[in-house]
């Protein structure tokens, strides 16, 4: 085998690494927290990066995303939460990230991700995308479970902060107000 020397204070190394943890957060769930919080155990600092993403519909704007995020983050030091518009590869650059770091739940999420993670590889070598298991009790959440079970008049307190929960129930009601209209 010939090539680079690995460095082994691997650790030291990650411990001084900026991870950018994308998504849309609409809204943050718990499963996206748990994965925030296994970044900022690895990483030195993991920017939570909000995406307009543009090709679904969002129920919260970005800067209501971001509130909650701040929110529901602000126990963990080393985790701030920001926008971004375009691709996300260039965000990270700007920031001079080294790592992209995505939540997986199952097998079902791996081939998109896969195809995401190797396109911005092709975008930029040099940035790393790392996935993270989501912890098995949330396997199977998403922000669109919880907005529909929300919207159909379900609990979704064990599913989101409480922050959170009571920001879904503000905005559904005035929502179906301006239906009502
Ligand atoms: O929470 P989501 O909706 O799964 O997040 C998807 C997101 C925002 C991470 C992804 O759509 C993304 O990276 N969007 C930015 C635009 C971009 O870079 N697209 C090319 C990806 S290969």
Known sequence: MGGAVVDTHSSSLIAMMRAVCPGSFDPVTYGHIDVIERAARVFGEVIVAVSPNLGKQPLFSVEERIDMLREVT????NVRTDAFDGLLIDYVRS?????IVKGLRAVSDFEFELQMALMNRNLAPEVETVFMMTGADYSYLSSSIVKEIAALGGRVDSLVPRVVAIKLEEKLRKLQEVKNK
């Open 74 to 77: 602000s126990h963990i030091q």
């Open 95 to 99: 920031r001079e990230a080294n790592v």
